[in-house]
């Protein structure tokens, strides 16, 4: 059985968190996956996250944050990224993976996300320019990426629910570096990532998983539980 740990705090009022199940679901019977999962909740991960997780195969870190314990959650999320283990963060996840990335690999002392640090004069996640909450945009895929591998083209409709993203000066870092920009939008802003010579690590500002809300299995759940279940993705 290959086991994928969802960090974050379960709300099933949350849209995010009621598609998700069915996400995976839909992923492990297309490809036929012996799938499970748990909601794990940043505040029972404790102080090691490794040994908390030992037992997970993939580690996705969902919508609806702030989360009950942020260190708890970046430390998850580093174990991931230090350990190899297949990893997806979307929406929260994404913010906070580039809070975790930019404290490890880009020694910012104290990486600020202003929902939770409002006066701070330089942060890493900032108000989005223009909200997006309950709505759709379109994003534009970076050709060789493995995004756009896993997608099949460079175009696409996705749904959000957020008012945070990548602060331009931060986002300029990704120019350099094994992070790298895999999406942006009409606009030019950065709305996914994912991490060079790591086996799966991607982390998208729009919620993927909605597309099973409206019957449609998405490609990048499907290709994160293949990850996981350790088959190589074609």
């Not at 997608?151 to 992070?179: D, F, I, K, Q, W």
């Amino acid at each position: 059985m290959t086991r994928i740990a969802l960090i974050g705090d379960h709300n099933p009022e949350v849209t995010a968190h009621r598609a998700i199940p069915l996400a995976l679901g839909r992923a492990a019977e297309d490809a036929a996956l012996d799938l499970s999962w748990d909601w794990v909740g940043t505040a029972t991960i404790g102080p090691d996250a490794p040994a908390r997780l030992a037992e997970y195969d993939g580690v996705w870190c969902v919508p609806a944050s702030p989360y009950a314990d942020t260190s708890a959650a970046l430390a998850a999320i580093r174990h991931a990224r230090e350990s190899g283990i297949p990893f997806l963060g979307t929406c929260g996840g994404f913010q906070y993976a580039m809070l975790e990335y930019a404290a490890a690999c880009w020694q910012v002392a104290k990486p600020a996300h202003a929902e939770t640090d409002p006066g701070a004069s330089d942060p890493v996640i900032a108000p989005l320019a223009c909200g997006l909450v309950e709505v759709r945009g379109e994003v534009r895929l970076v050709p060789g990426t493995r995004l756009a591998g896993i997608y099949g083209g460079l175009e696409a409709s996705e749904g959000y629910h957020c008012s945070y993203g990548l602060t331009p000066r931060y986002a300029e870092r990704l120019r350099t570096g094994p992070l790298k920009v895999s999406a942006r939008d009409e606009a030019g802003e950065v709305r996914a990532v994912e991490l060079d010579g790591h086996p799966f690590f991607i982390a998208t500002l729009f919620q993927p998983e909605r597309a099973i809300l409206a019957g449609r299995a998405h490609p990048l759940i499907g290709a994160f539980a293949v990850a996981v279940a350790g088959r190589p993705l074609s």
